[in-house]
């Protein structure tokens, strides 16, 4: 079946929605292989299935038909559980508009994650400092995050990401809230993150943001346009899979 060894794969993946006037083939048999320590974007027009694809891999929606897994573990086929106990092993999750609690200090975002995953909240808090650290805003520890620049909130959002160290980060159009100089800040930082062995698929529609991804993948209507190169482990050759 799917290769054990990558970071992620998917075969044969399908996924109908029902809307009021007739159903929407979101992802219409769906391969896909994404190495450990690849950064992967996946680009298309709005509606194409990137968006539902990173939920399905991140088990927050569940295929039809195929088969998906994360780190060797069948995310197919799972309870409830024992899909929330695959993402926090396994998934980080960062959104376009950032999903913070307002009530928390930026420091307690971060800690989050990992206290709900079993972690001692003293080891969770400083492991969240160190993220802070390392992304630039541990100065801003104790604040709330209302007070932050849209920058500085992904920011805080990626760290969140990390809080419990995820074999896959998972990316969807995280600058699109954001203005060019935020954007770049946290472009810049996927790709050190990248450098440093963090393997990131990144839902994207725009083209110089892909561009920092060592691989872009293109789909169109349901479906990756064109077969997969061998993939390139930790690759920086912006390869650029396009329709043929």
Known sequence: MSDTTAALAMR????????????????RGVDLSVQRGEFVALMGPSGCGKSTLLNLVAGLDIPDEGEITVAGEAVTGRSEDELARMRRRHIGLVFQFFNLLESMTVLENVALPAVIAGRRRKMAETRAADLLDLLGIGDKAGAVPGVLSGGQRQRLAIARALANEPTLLLADEPTGALDSEGGEEVIELLSRLHRSGQTIVLV?????????????????????VTPEPEPQPGGRDHAVITAG
């Not at 044969?12 to 992802?27: H, I």
């Not at 994207?204 to 990756?224: C, E, L, P, Q, S």
């Open 12 to 27: 044969g993946v399908r996924k109908t929605f029902e809307a009021e006037n007739a159903p929407v083939r979101a992802l």
């Open 204 to 224: 994207t529609h725009d083209a110089g943001v892909a561009a920092a991804a060592g691989r872009v993948v293109r789909m169109r209507d349901g479906r990756i």
